[in-house]
C-alpha cells in the first residue's frame, strides 16, 4: 500500500526556518517526482514545490511565493522528501501536503497524498 | 503562468442530482488537468487526470470533459460522500497552478 507521511510541522516565529519530510512506504521512491501543496486557513490549495526523480535530473520548481526561501530536496536511499523552509512569514501558515507523481506520461499529476502537517508562523 | 478560473464557487443539490463544476484556462494546456476531491482534514484525492481519464477506484459517476481551453467535473447521482470542495490542476508546465475551488453541499 502506497503511504506518504509528512512530519516536522509546529509553532515557528517569523523569520525562523523548519524543515518538512515526507516518509514513503510501498513504492519505488525513485522512480517518482514529488510535490509540495499548502493549503492556508480558510483558503484553497496552492502549489509549492516540486523535485524531479533522479533520471530527469533531479531539478527543482517553486511557486514564486516560495522561490529563494524554500528548497526541496530527496533521499532516495530512505525514500524520503524534504521541504526546507527559511524566513518564513504568517504567510506560510498552512498545512502543508506531499504528493507523489508517478510519471505516467500525464503530465504533473498527484496520485497520492499524505494527510498533511500543519505549521503556524506566529510571534 | 496559466490561470486557472473555476466556477461555481459552490453549488447545493440534492442526493440524486447531477452537479457540473468548470474550470477555464488562461491557455492552451492540450489535456494536461486533473480534478481533486478535498474534504476537511483528509488528504486530497486524485479524481480525473488528463481531462477525462478516472483515477483506479474512483465511482463512475465522476467524469470529466474538455472543449478548447475549457474543462468540465460532472458528478452525476449526486451521493452524501461526494460533500467536499473540488479543485482542477493545470499539468502541462510549471509553475503547476489550481483553480480556486467549488464546494458542493448536499441539500
Known amino acids: 500500500e502506497v503511504q506518504l507521511v509528512e512530519s516536522g510541522g509546529g509553532l515557528v516565529q517569523p523569520g525562523r526556518s523548519l524543515r518538512l519530510s515526507c516518509i514513503t512506504f510501498?513504492?519505488?521512491?525513485?522512480?517518482?517526482?514529488m510535490s509540495w501543496f499548502r493549503q492556508a486557513p480558510g483558503k484553497g490549495l496552492e502549489w509549492v514545490g516540486f523535485?524531479?526523480?533522479?533520471?530527469?535530473?533531479?531539478?527543482?520548481e517553486y511557486a514564486a511565493s516560495v522561490k529563494g526561501r524554500f528548497i526541496i530536496s530527496r533521499d532516495d536511499s530512505k525514500g524520503v522528501a524534504y521541504l526546507q523552509m527559511n524566513s518564513l512569514t504568517t504567510e506560510d501558515t498552512a498545512v502543508y501536503y506531499c504528493?507523489?507523481?508517478?510519471?505516467?506520461?500525464?503530465?504533473?499529476?498527484?496520485?497520492?497524498w499524505g494527510q498533511g502537517t500543519l505549521v503556524t508562523v506566529s510571534s | 503562468d496559466i490561470q486557472m478560473t473555476q466556477s461555481p464557487s459552490s453549488v447545493s443539490a440534492s442526493v440524486g442530482d447531477t452537479v457540473i463544476i468548470t474550470c477555464r484556462a488562461s491557455q492552451d494546456i492540450n489535456n494536461r488537468l486533473a480534478w481533486y476531491q478535498k474534504k476537511p482534514g483528509k488528504a486530497p484525492k486524485l479524481l480525473i487526470y488528463v481531462a477525462s481519464s478516472l483515477e483506479e477506484g474512483v465511482p463512475s459517476r465522476f467524469s470529466g470533459s474538455r472543449s478548447g481551453t475549457d474543462f468540465t467535473l460532472a458528478i452525476s447521482s449526486l451521493q452524501p460522500e461526494d460533500s467536499a470542495t473540488y479543485y482542477c490542476q493545470q499539468s502541462k508546465r510549471f509553475p503547476l497552478t489550481l483553480g480556486g475551488g467549488t464546494k458542493v453541499e448536499i441539500k
Open positions: 523535485i524531479r526523480r533522479k533520471a530527469e535530473g533531479g531539478t527543482t
Open positions: 504528493s507523489r507523481d508517478p510519471v505516467r506520461g500525464d503530465g504533473y499529476t498527484f496520485d497520492n
Open positions: 510501498g513504492f519505488t521512491f525513485g522512480e517518482c517526482g
